[in-house]
């Protein structure tokens, strides 16, 4: 009869290392996966960083350069950043009775208002067809009640026929008015909230930016329009945000090393404890 074997005289067994784990076929596997993910990664980044460096960049002094306004925007077409601030003219007459005051306003650092109104653009200019207009701040004062009258001197006589030029701004937004104050009230520079007020609306086209003009009228104050700041041809945001998606394609390998050194953790430990069911010895080193 054939003896039992002792416990001594079975063969040792020994884990397995962390690299025979990891070149298991499931873990080369998740490897693969790793590497589909980071390379996702790795091309969003480099597309951040195309998109971060203007390789054309507008020329220095181009805002300066005074231009047709049909040459810069369109009705109803958002104004581009680098042309933000752009000189430009152009040409009609302006609309009696849409004269507003906008409060809010600074000038050089000094409080106080603006006058604005609609200028019916001469369509030989610009190239539009049917009535277009564009809102133009024509003079600013500290004083409201000269601000008042001066709504009123250009409401009753309106300039006509008069060749404009100034800077070409962005819309501002229209802002609601205080609770309890006047409904009417136009606290920034929006021609959308302009329109809301002019008349003889019906099909008229409208610019979304709006002109600061160079000339005051109504004996109001010019307001001090500088050139804007030359952009910078390195977006910064987006390098920030390509080295976000190298990190994250770091991520993806980190994760892949952490998962599969868990389960070659919980492997040994299971070992362990079939080797040592009472814990207290130590187990045999892999020679």
């Known amino acids: ?73 369109r009705p109803g077409a958002s104004l581009p950043e680098p042309l933000v601030g752009q000189r430009v003219q152009v040409s009609g ?94 606290s920034a520079m929006s021609p959308a909230a302009l329109l809301s007020q002019w008349s003889d609306t019906v099909e008229l086209d409208v610019y979304r930016p709006y002109l600061v003009s160079t000339d005051a009228f109504g004996g109001l104050r010019g307001i001090h329009s500088p050139a804007p700041t030359e952009l910078s041809s390195v977006n910064w945001l987006n390098i920030f945000y390509a080295v976000e998606w190298a990190v994250f394609a770091g991520f993806a390998f980190y994760m892949w090393y952490r998962l599969a050194r868990d389960a070659w953790e919980k492997e040994v430990e299971a070992l362990i404890g079939e080797d040592d069911p009472e814990g207290d010895e130590e187990p045999s080193a892999r020679p």
């Open 93 to 186: 007459s302006f609309v009696a009775g849409d004269f507003r005051v906008v409060t809010s306003r600074f000038d050089d650092g000094e409080p106080g208002y603006w006058v604005a109104g609609q200028l019916r653009v001469d369509p030989s200019t610009t190239g539009t067809d049917g009535p277009t207009s564009l809102a133009v701040a024509v003079g600013f004062t500290p004083d409201r009640a000269a601000a008042d009258e001066a709504v009123s001197t250009l409401n009753a006589a309106p300039p006509r026929n008069v060749d404009l030029s100034g800077r070409l701004i962005s819309d501002e937004g229209a802002k609601e008015p205080p609770r309890g104050g006047d409904p009417f009230e136009i």
């Open 1 to 73: 009869m054939t003896a039992t074997p002792s416990v001594d005289d079975l063969p040792e067994v020994f884990p397995p290392t962390l690299r025979e784990v990891m070149v298991r076929p499931f873990w080369i596997g998740m490897l693969g996966l790793a590497l589909l993910v980071a390379g996702i990664f790795a091309w969003l980044g480099q597309w951040q960083l195309g998109n971060a460096i203007d390789t054309d960049p507008p020329p220095a002094g181009m805002t300066e350069q005074v231009r047709p306004l049909g040459e810069v925007v």
